[in-house]
């Protein structure tokens, strides 16, 4: 219940900022235009739309969620929920499901442009991949904001936490012809799974393991949140 | 119960300073017992002690029979932070709502609670274009809703003009009188006379714990400004 009413919440407070929801709406549709017109017909737009369909939901997310969580630090808010009866799931979850919807109405926009507009190729689960993809960019957002103290240091970690897992997912480099070593770093980040997950026909395992990921640094998320401070 | 608060030999560091000092106080139930002192002296860190939420160094602090901070008085305390925690891009009701949710109240509960602070033609504007006082009043009415049997404030006068501040404090009396225990802290002198009891604290240390008589007796002036500037200067000495 205190999970729904969290979720209902947020929604709220995005419904009352109308200018980020449309930017939420329409810059992934947007950032692809941009690429369909970059590329010109060449066939490589189809191999890295494809990627930027999975890739997008989850800066964006990522992006929305740490400052929006490091203003409920900010603003006192989190101490004060933290003195009420809400558990640090709830919080977390609703969260989860409020910027989950979020990123599910984004997906859709993105992979209908990109299907319909751009004669992408896109494969049955693309949404689905989308959103899971806008969880774990969330996931990675509620965590790390818990590093941060300043919005300063928040912007930071994007491409402390995005740039890696970008540079290593395949999409510059196949992963078969990088260094042994990179490849097992890239084997232990989430999004290289995202990104399989779009362009394999292992979907459900690839899934399986970026929704993972993402239930976990839930998980550790909750563990960094402390009732008690100094 | 006759304390809703005992504190035990409290000390509290934050960070290389201690902020309180071997603090040891209890709170009547059903009073309304002031935390005056000036800023910086400790008032917010006893407060949160209290609240649960500070991380203390030693001593005990139990609330309502419970060691502060237990999951079971989150349901009994109500804590109105000083800068006010409410979400600005929220209007007052929406605001006021989730509150309500979060305690199993109802709607109707969260709108009593604005016009219980006086904002019930304020409801629908978000919180955010409120006025600092409207704002703080906001703050409080998300408190109210959950009917704590502990309400500790933090500075909740701030801001308000008097009149105002008159029927804040009629109602801090109001909800005493039905049972509930308020703990509401400020800097201004001329409130701690509406207090049952007072405490004066001073760089993280107890210099007076009264009801505001005694220590006007104590002192030997009516005038409670005049008296804290004795004890102070009587302490230090």
């Not at chain 1, 800066?59 to 969620?65: A, K, R, Y």
């Not at chain 1, 509620?142 to 300043?150: E, I, N």
């Not at chain 2, 002690?49 to 989150?74: F, M």
Request: proline letters at 4%; hydrophobic letters at 50%; glycine letters at 8%.
């Amino acid at each position: 219940m205190i999970t729904l009413a969290t979720a209902a919440r947020i929604l709220r407070q995005l419904r009352h900022d109308r200018r980020t929801v449309g930017l939420l709406i329409v810059v992934p549709a947007a950032l692809l235009a941009l690429l369909y017109f970059m590329y010109d017909g060449a066939p490589a737009f189809d191999r890295v739309a494809l990627v930027m369909l999975g890739v997008f939901p989850f800066v964006i997310m990522f992006l929305v969620t740490s400052i929006a969580m490091l203003r409920e630090r900010t603003s006192g808010t989190l101490e004060r929920l933290l003195t009420t009866p809400l558990r640090k799931l709830d919080l977390l979850f609703g969260y989860g499901l409020a910027f989950g919807l979020a990123g599910a109405v984004q997906a859709l926009v993105a992979v209908a442009a990109a299907h319909w507009l751009f004669g992408l190729e896109t494969p049955a689960g693309s949404v689905l991949v989308a959103v899971v993809d806008a969880v774990l960019g969330m996931a990675l957002g509620l965590l790390c904001s818990a590093f941060a103290r300043t919005e300063f240091q928040a912007v930071q970690f994007i491409p402390v936490v995005v740039a890696p897992q970008l540079f290593l997912c395949g999409l510059f480099v196949p992963r078969d012809e990088m260094a042994g070593w990179l490849q097992a770093v890239s084997d232990v980040l989430p999004l290289t799974y995202a990104v399989k997950a779009l362009a394999a026909a292992t979907v459900w395992r690839d899934l399986a393991v970026v929704a993972g990921a993402a239930v976990l640094a839930l998980i550790l998320a909750a563990a960094t949140l402390r009732r008690r401070t100094g | 119960m006759d304390h809703a608060v005992e504190v035990r030999n409290l000390v509290v560091d934050r960070g290389k300073r201690t902020v309180l000092h071997d603090i040891t106080c209890d709170i009547p139930t059903g009073s309304v017992t002031g935390l005056l002192g000036p800023s910086g002296s400790g008032k917010t860190t006893l407060i949160r002690s209290i609240v649960g939420v500070q991380v203390i160094k030693s001593g005990t602090v139990t609330v309502l029979g419970s060691p502060a901070g237990e999951s079971a008085l989150r349901r009994t305390v109500g804590y109105v932070t000083q800068a006010p925690s409410v979400y600005s891009d929220l209007s007052v009701l929406e605001n006021a709502r989730y509150f309500a949710a979060l305690h199993h109240r109802t709607a109707a509960d969260a709108e009593r609670a604005i016009t219980d602070v006086g904002l019930g033609t304020a409801k629908n504007q978000l919180a955010g274009n409120l006025s600092g006082g409207q704002r703080s009043r906001a703050s409080l009415a998300c408190a109210l809703i959950g009917d704590p049997k502990l309400l500790v404030l933090d500075e909740p006068t701030v801001g308000q003009d008097p009149i105002l501040r008159a029927d804040l404090w009629a109602q801090f009396h109001a909800l005493a009188a039905a049972g509930t225990t308020l703990i509401v802290s400020s800097h201004v002198m001329d409130e701690a006379g509406r207090c049952d009891r007072l405490l004066l604290i001073r760089e993280g240390r107890l210099v007076a714990d009264d009801p505001p008589a005694a220590i006007r007796a104590a002192a030997g002036t009516d005038d409670l400004e005049q008296a804290f500037l004795t004890l102070i200067k009587e302490a230090s000495a």
